[in-house]
């Protein structure tokens, strides 16, 4: 592609022809600010953060849709630039809710970073009449407090261009302009599916998850309760990104470590159920092959995805493999089988996991969840929320020792670890399926054609003479696309994986979340990704069929995979919901 060559701030800056001066300024390694921005999700040059001068110009122009010319000459940083984004900042505070002190983004969030960097204060600008809001509480996993929103409009792109869900916009108009869902709805009472994407974007606390740490460390005060809790694979690699790690770190030891301190009684790993998931999995795809069953069968580890499909495409809930989640799974089996082995009364253990997902807020309440008479899984928090755990019980994260998960709950195979990463749940279920079916041992354990962030994957892999057709997705609008395929007879598969965030529970609704120059320039999937698999590389079990845990499990408890028992406690069903309903 061509180059064309500007100067900025009197430097000279070559960039490919169709950029933006936002796109060129980095490449001088100029961050120009932005609030609304997400690259090729958001451009809508709304916030004004971004203006800069340009020569020829009458006015100050917005950097990130503004194109490149040649020979253009472009100023980031005059004093007109910089009074211009601080009237913008004073002009958002006359109308947001400035108790910043108790706000959940409180140090981390975008428009306050702008404030200090640039100067400026919360009083004094402004002051009239503030637009009326109001805090929606009725969704199973966030809240929503538009007093904190600057319409920045990033939710509402994500949910509709990402997502394909568009279950919030913009309503009303000019002072009276606020974000929320069609007919003044409250969220939970739409097809929301909980994936918290919108709260990954927003740039303020107007979208936080609902908060569950105080009732956890009630839990482990309570003395006749044995609390235990599970984390997701995806949470030691971005946990260390709160404490100030570079993305990309794991922190799976120190993470082990602060729960130990935090008081919990057991510290168990949800990459052990990850595998018991897999071989539920792998044996109800055999099943299905061999005996005429329902195809192509669809993963049902994601729960936002779980409820994307009983919304928008009810007619395939029978595609969906039965098995329940990872988090379901692991709480079943620590309220029955861990129970009986330790002694402990079901109904005197509670449950957390540990997710990087808010739509797991929504699964621990969902139906055929309670296998042994109590809820598998009694709280989910989100990585973050651990995060403010950690602070709130005062340890010092960063000189925390490593130590190891507790046994048996927390012993795992690479092949576990890797379901946080897309495609790695298909690549799991290929290793012990291939090896089930042929009865011979895979020489290479990595099927490298579904690996990778890219929205859609498919490969065709010739197992016992047959060949099966894989597909993987992530993000919601490209299961759509996906299943729309599937529908028309354009594609055809025998199993599919979908995960309902983009590049899978690394980049779920509740992990740490990074400002928009970080989104737009760093492929924080791809960094975060690469933790699990390197995990798995070094691990010296690879298969969840060898997991020494998982095969004391069936050898002394649950007798084979499919059987009465395991499909009582680790089975589950589905429900056909309609649109814009909550049922």
Same mark, same amino acid.
């Given at each position: ?60 122009? *917005? ?20 009074? #211009? ?13 400035? @108790? ?32 009326? #809001? ?75 998850? @609902? ?88 993963? #049902? ?27 379901? $799974? ?24 540990? $997710? ?28 973050r929320e651990l995060a403010r755990l950690i602070r709130k019980c005062g340890l010092k994260f960063n000189n ?14 690479? *092949? ?31 099927? $490298? ?16 003479? $047959? ?117």
């Amino acid at each position: 592609m061509e180059n064309i060559t500007i100067k900025i701030n009197g430097v000279e800056v070559s960039a490919p022809a169709g950029s933006t001066i936002l796109e060129a300024a980095r490449l001088a390694h100029i961050e120009i600010p932005t609030l609304c921005y997400l690259k090729e999700i958001n451009e809508i040059a709304a916030c004004r953060m971004c203006v800069v001068e340009v020569k020829g110009a009458r006015s100050l122009v *917005a950097s990130c849709v503004y194109p490149i010319n040649p020979n253009m000459e472009v100023w980031t940083n005059t004093p007109k630039v910089i009074e #211009s984004r601080r009237k913008t900042l004073q002009l958002l505070l006359s109308n947001h809710d400035r @108790k910043c002190l108790s706000c959940v983004r409180s140090g981390n969030c975008e428009l306050q970073q702008l404030c200090k960097e640039l100067g400026v204060e919360a009083e004094g600008f402004f002051d009239g009449e503030k637009t009326p #809001s109001t805090i929606d509480y009725s969704a199973a996993h966030m809240i929503r407090d538009n007093s904190k929103c600057i319409l920045c409009r990033r939710c509402s792109a994500v949910c509709d261009k990402v997502q394909g869900i568009g279950v919030i916009g913009a309503n009303m108009r000019g002072f009276a302009t606020f974000i929320g869902s069609p007919f003044e709805m409250g969220l939970g009472e739409t097809s929301c599916v909980s994936c918290g994407q919108c709260i990954a974007v927003c740039p303020t606390g107007a979208l936080q998850e @609902k908060d569950c740490t105080d009732d956890v460390l009630a839990a482990i005060a309570d003395p006749s309760k044995h609390v235990i809790v599970q984390t997701a694979p995806s949470v030691r690699a971005g946990l260390g990104e709160e404490f100030g790690y570079p993305i990309g770190t794991n922190v799976e030891g120190k993470m082990v470590a602060a729960l130990r301190r935090i008081g919990f009684d057991k510290v168990f790993d949800t990459d052990f159920s990850a595998d018991l998931t897999i071989m539920e999995e792998a044996h109800e795809f055999i099943e299905r092959v061999q005996n005429g069953g329902i195809l192509p069968m669809i993963t #049902s580890c994601s729960p936002g995805w779980v409820k994307y499909c009983e919304h928008y495409f009810p007619d395939m809930t029978e595609n969906m493999s039965t098995c329940k989640s990872p988090q379901q $799974m692991f709480g079943a089996i620590a309220k029955s089988y861990y129970a009986e082995k330790a002694g402990i009364d079901p109904k005197d253990i509670v449950s957390v996991s540990v $997710m990087p997902c808010t739509a797991k807020k929504f699964e621990i309440g969902r139906d055929h969840q309670a296998a042994n008479g109590v809820p598998d899984v009694d709280y989910a928090m989100t990585t973050r929320e651990l995060a403010r755990l950690i602070r709130k019980c005062g340890l010092k994260f960063n000189n925390l020792p490593d130590e190891d998960f507790d046994t048996p709950l927390g012993l795992s195979s690479g *092949a576990g670890t890797i379901f946080g990463a897309t495609g790695g749940v298909m690549e799991a279920a290929l290793r012990t399926a291939v090896e089930t079916l042929t009865g011979e041992e895979l020489k290479n354990l990595d099927f $490298m054609e579904v690996r990778g962030t890219q929205g859609i994957k498919e490969a065709t892999y010739n197992v016992a003479g $047959m060949d099966v057709k894989v597909a993987v997705a992530s993000g919601l609008g490209n299961a759509r696309e996906l299943l729309n395929k599937v529908h028309s007879g354009e594609a055809d598969y025998h199993f599919i994986e979908i995960m309902g965030c983009p590049g899978g529970c690394v980049n779920g609704g509740g992990q740490p979340q990074q400002p928009g120059y970080i989104r737009n320039t760093v492929d924080i999937r791809a960094l975060r990704a690469k933790v699990l698999y390197d995990d798995d590389q070094a691990d010296a079990i690879r298969k969840s069929h060898e997991n020494p845990a998982i095969i004391e499990l069936y050898d002394t408890y649950l007798g084979k995979p499919g059987s009465e028992k395991a499909h009582h406690l680790l089975h589950t069903k589905y429900v056909k919901r309609s649109i814009n309903a909550k049922k």
